[in-house]
């Protein structure tokens, strides 16, 4: 499943992470709709506001196939057939699909059936691992592994396409398939707009954290595919839905628990601790976590990758081990959208 995510980055900075080539090669950024409802979160929680990436044609009958559109939606699909008044009355829990009833169920095969496909973003997801013997869960933050940069943000023509592709080549962003659908009032007012996250079962890596996982699109090609509903059929999208491998992760502090813990600590490297004698637990507008610990070596970081280099060797089936990495690049970039100055843009947003 996918229950909680992290998309801290700045409207600004976001829209360069999204920067993707025309078919004519051209570097484009994605245009917004409806930018100010859009909210960075470190801890995002389903029935929040988080950016979603999606085909203009959605919006503009007349646009590109190939232009793209980033907009604010709720994370919890809202069936355009549901007649109820208010949102939070839906009797079901549709902030996940799972792929392989995603064609039996209603709520999620109608909009498909549209074209309704779209990419949601966030800088990883975050899942708990249940330790056996106690009642604890151990958070972990999951991201897609990342390289290291030589070029700083802030140099080169901050208007220039060759600068956009380099201003964010320091973290990737993760892209998640999603669904959206609209519902209107039924006594009328202003059309909400919500998603649901594809799930698949979870990938060797991550199986001993949990069973599921979101589908994520790794690549340009995937995401193009999901997002061309006009010309990429809907059994045809399907095929991308599958786990993959190319995923890493890091343990991170429980403060992450409290959906209302909003801050840059939710994401840093944490220890793992130990429990030597662990007890019992008891708007109509468009649509178209103190014990004795022992110190484990450090593993050596491979000199081209500048990134914590966690693995599956944090993954516990009885009790916690200590183990502390690197935060490197990580920690950069926490503060990157602190130091990074504005990047003038060519597009209007």
């Not at 995603?102 to 309704?116: A, N, T, Y």
Request: aromatic content about 8%; glycine content about 6%; overall charge positive.
């Amino acid at each position: 499943m996918c229950g909680r995510t992290s998309c801290h980055l700045p409207r600004d900075v976001l829209t360069r992470a999204c920067a993707y080539r025309d078919p004519q090669g051209q570097l484009r950024l994605p245009r917004w709709r409806d930018p100010d409802q859009y909210r960075p979160s470190y801890n995002q929680s389903p029935q929040a506001r988080g950016p979603v990436l999606l085909s203009r044609l959605h919006v503009d009958k007349d646009a590109d196939p190939s232009e793209r559109v980033i907009a604010p939606m709720r994370w919890g699909l809202v069936p355009s057939w549901f007649r109820e008044s208010d949102p939070s009355k839906l009797q079901f829990n549709t902030s996940n699909c799972r792929s392989d009833t995603i064609m039996e169920k209603r709520s999620f095969k109608e909009p498909l059936g549209k074209g309704r496909r779209c990419v949601v973003l966030a800088d990883g997801f975050y899942e708990w691992q249940r330790c056996q013997g106690t009642g604890q869960r151990q958070p972990y933050f999951i991201y897609f592994p990342q390289s290291k940069t030589e070029e700083s943000a802030s140099s080169g023509a901050a208007d220039s396409p060759k600068h956009w592709e380099k201003v964010w080549d320091s973290w990737r962003l993760l892209t998640m398939a999603g669904i959206f659908d609209c519902w209107e009032p039924p006594e009328g007012g202003d059309l909400l707009y919500s998603y649901t996250i594809i799930t698949v079962d979870s990938c060797k890596a991550l199986r001993d954290i949990h069973h599921r996982m979101p589908a994520i699109l790794d690549g340009e090609e995937a995401v193009s595919k999901w997002l061309d509903f006009g010309q990429v059929s809907t059994q045809e999208a399907l095929k991308l839905i599958h786990p993959t491998e190319n995923i890493t992760f890091h343990p991170v502090s429980i403060i992450v628990n409290n959906s209302r813990n909003n801050t840059p600590e939710c994401l840093a490297p944490a220890d793992l601790v130990v429990k030597k004698e662990p007890k019992a637990s008891g708007s109509r507008q468009w649509l178209a976590t103190k014990s004795p610990r022992k110190e484990v070596p450090k593993t050596p970081q491979k000199e081209e990758l500048d990134v914590p280099q966690w693995s599956s060797q944090f993954l516990q089936k009885s009790t916690f081990s200590t183990k502390r990495g690197s935060a490197g690049l990580l920690e950069r970039w926490l503060k990157q959208d602190k130091e990074e100055p504005e990047a003038k843009r060519p597009h209007n947003q």
